[in-house]
């Protein structure tokens, strides 16, 4: 029963980011960060957590991006590069107000988006 409850938050969020491959995307401003330590069984985890929004029609949305690392270096290296280029962030279309921002995965879209940006102003 234990590893059950431990696993269903990793879950959702598999479920979630599979789900959302198909979802629209929108453009991510990334509102917060920070970083706590945490044990996680016999080690020491740094916890990752990013808030970000985005807007669709006037509305503005917002949710919260957290992952795992081994190292607080490694969890700060990441939150500096999601500040500097945010990834876009994916919302159900018939719901905006659910949403995932998975950078690994959607990272070339923001570098496209600010290309094309670039280019536009030109």
């Known amino acids: 029963m234990f590893w059950l409850v431990s696993l269903a938050p990793a879950g959702v969020r598999w479920?979630?980011?599979?789900?959302?491959?198909?979802?629209?995307?929108?453009?991510?401003?990334i509102e917060?960060?920070?970083?706590?330590?945490?044990?996680q069984g016999r080690r020491q985890v740094s916890i990752l957590t990013v808030t970000y929004s985005y807007s669709l029609n006037g509305e503005r949305y917002g949710g919260v991006y957290a992952e795992s690392f081994g190292s607080e270096p490694e969890a700060q290296a990441v939150l500096e590069s999601l500040r500097?280029?945010?990834?876009?962030?994916?919302?159900?279309?018939a719901d905006p107000f659910t949403s995932t921002m998975d950078p690994y995965r959607d990272a070339a879209l923001a570098i496209a988006s600010r290309g094309a940006e670039k280019a536009l102003s030109r």
């Not at 979630?16 to 929108?26: G, L, V």
């Not at 500097?84 to 279309?93: G, N």
């Open 15 to 29: 479920l979630r980011r599979r789900q959302s491959q198909s979802w629209p995307w929108a453009e991510s401003t």
């Open 32 to 39: 917060g960060g920070a970083i706590t330590d945490c044990a």
């Open 84 to 93: 500097s280029l945010p990834p876009p962030v994916r919302y159900k279309p």
